[in-house]
C-alpha cells in the first residue's frame, strides 16, 4: 500500500485546527483532575492551551515523573475533541496507578495548533533533503497532494526549544516534580510520535525515554519518491543516545495510515539494534487490524505507560 487518499489523510494527520482555545470547554475527567494554563505564551511558538493532568492521589509533598503529550486536547474527553474521539488517558493512567502497576506521574497535555505539521516535521532531517525538494515542501499549494501542511516553514525546533526553556521550567516551578532525565518522558502519535522521536535525540539530557504511537514515518501522504522517511533513518543513525541512558517505545497498527508504516518501522528498529539496543531500552509492537485513531490508541495506552513507569531492568 504506497498512496493514501489525501483528504482522508489530512483529516487523520490534523487531530484539529485550534481557534479560540480559551473559550475551549474543560474536559470531564473520570480520574484525577486537570490545571488548565490558558493561552501560555512562549518566545518561540503561537500561544497555546497547556493542561496538567495530577493523578488522583496527588499530593504536593511528593514529587512526581513527567509525561510530555503533544496533541493535548485529544487526549481525555471526546466530548470536546473534533473527531469525538479521545486517549482516555485518565482512564488508563488512573486505573494502572490505582492497582499498583506504575508510579503516580503528571502529565503536561500540550495542546497543538494550525501549524502542527510545521511545530512536529523534524527540522535537522529537513535541512538535509536538496534544495528543490525543500522548496517543494515549503511552497506546493497543490490540492491533490501537500495540502500546504509546513505553512512555508519548519518550526520543530522552536517547538522543541518552547518545551525545553520555557514550559519544562514552568511545570517544575510550580508542581512537585522529578526533574531529572530518568524521570522526564515525551510522547506522541503519528506526527506526534516523529517530534517525540525528535526531542529525546536533541535534548538526550532532558527526555529519558520516549513513546511514539504509530510514528508518521512517510512525513506525507506517499511512499513513492519520498526521501523523508530515509532521511529520518540517516538521522537516527548519527544521532541516538545510548541505550545505557534511555528508553524507546514504539508501535504501529496495520490499517488505513498505518498500512504504511511497518516496512519503515523495521528499518527503524534495525538502526537502534545497531546501536546496542536490547528488549529491556527498545520496543516495538504491531498491532494487527487497527488503525490511525485515537480509539485505536487508547486501547493500547495502557502499554506504553507501563513500558515509561516501570523500573527498567539493567
Known amino acids: 500500500m504506497k498512496n493514501i487518499r489525501p483528504i482522508f489523510l489530512l483529516i487523520l494527520l490534523l487531530p484539529t485546527l485550534v481557534f479560540g482555545q480559551s473559550k475551549a470547554a474543560q474536559p470531564i475527567l473520570r480520574y484525577g483532575r486537570i490545571d488548565r494554563h490558558e493561552m501560555f505564551r512562549?518566545?518561540?511558538?503561537?500561544?497555546?492551551?497547556?493542561?496538567?493532568?495530577?493523578?488522583?492521589?496527588?499530593?504536593?509533598?511528593?514529587?512526581?515523573?513527567?509525561?510530555?503529550?503533544?496533541?493535548?486536547?485529544?487526549?481525555?474527553?471526546?466530548?470536546?475533541t473534533w473527531n469525538k474521539q479521545e486517549w482516555q488517558l485518565d482512564?488508563?493512567?488512573?486505573?494502572?496507578?490505582?492497582?499498583?502497576?506504575?508510579?503516580?506521574?503528571?502529565?503536561?497535555?500540550?495542546?497543538?495548533?494550525?501549524?502542527?505539521?510545521?511545530?512536529?516535521?523534524?527540522?535537522?532531517?529537513?535541512?538535509?533533503?536538496?534544495?528543490?525538494?525543500?522548496?517543494?515542501?515549503?511552497?506546493?499549494?497543490?490540492?491533490?497532494?501537500?495540502?500546504?501542511?509546513?505553512?512555508?516553514?519548519?518550526r520543530s525546533d522552536d517547538y522543541l526549544k518552547f518545551i525545553v526553556t520555557e514550559l519544562k521550567p514552568f511545570i517544575d516551578h510550580n508542581y512537585p516534580t522529578l526533574t531529572d532525565q530518568q524521570n522526564t518522558f515525551i510522547a506522541g502519535s503519528s506526527m506526534g510520535g516523529l517530534i517525540s522521536m525528535y526531542a529525546i535525540c536533541e535534548y538526550p539530557d532532558v527526555f529519558g525515554a520516549a513513546a511514539c504511537l504509530s510514528t508518521h514515518w512517510p512525513g506525507l501522504f506517499s511512499l513513492e519518491n519520498n526521501p523523508l522517511p530515509q532521511s529520518f533513518v540517516d538521522y537516527l543513525d548519527k544521532n541516538i543516545p545510548?541505550?545505557?541512558?534511555?528508553?524507546?517505545?514504539?508501535?504501529?497498527?496495520?490499517?488505513?495510515?498505518?498500512?504504511?508504516?511497518?516496512?519503515?518501522?523495521?528499518?527503524?528498529?534495525?538502526?537502534?539494534?545497531?546501536?546496542?539496543?536490547?528488549?529491556?531500552?527498545?520496543?516495538?509492537?504491531?498491532?494487527?487490524?487497527?488503525?490511525?485513531?485515537?480509539?485505536?490508541?487508547?486501547k493500547r495506552l495502557q502499554t506504553p505507560l507501563l513500558f515509561l513507569l516501570s523500573t527498567p531492568k539493567n
Do not use: C
Open 42 to 80: 512562549s518566545s518561540y511558538v503561537e500561544a497555546r492551551n497547556i493542561d496538567v493532568w495530577l493523578p488522583e492521589n496527588f499530593d504536593l509533598h511528593t514529587k512526581y515523573p513527567v509525561i510530555y503529550f503533544h496533541d493535548g486536547q485529544m487526549l481525555f474527553d471526546s466530548t470536546t
Open 91 to 154: 482512564e488508563s493512567a488512573g486505573s494502572l496507578i490505582a492497582s499498583n502497576k506504575i508510579r503516580s506521574f503528571i502529565v503536561v497535555a500540550i495542546w497543538n495548533t494550525s501549524l502542527r505539521h510545521s511545530e512536529y516535521f523534524p527540522q535537522k532531517p529537513f535541512e538535509t533533503l536538496t534544495e528543490s525538494y525543500k522548496e517543494k515542501l515549503l511552497t506546493d499549494n497543490s490540492t491533490d497532494e501537500y495540502f500546504n501542511l509546513f505553512h512555508g516553514m519548519i
Open 242 to 298: 545510548p541505550p545505557s541512558t534511555h528508553r524507546w517505545y514504539f508501535d504501529h497498527g496495520t490499517e488505513t495510515l498505518d498500512a504504511l508504516y511497518p516496512v519503515l518501522q523495521q528499518q527503524i528498529d534495525s538502526v537502534f539494534r545497531s546501536k546496542g539496543y536490547g528488549e529491556n531500552h527498545y520496543v516495538s509492537f504491531a498491532f494487527e487490524g487497527e488503525d490511525h485513531s485515537e480509539k485505536a490508541w487508547s
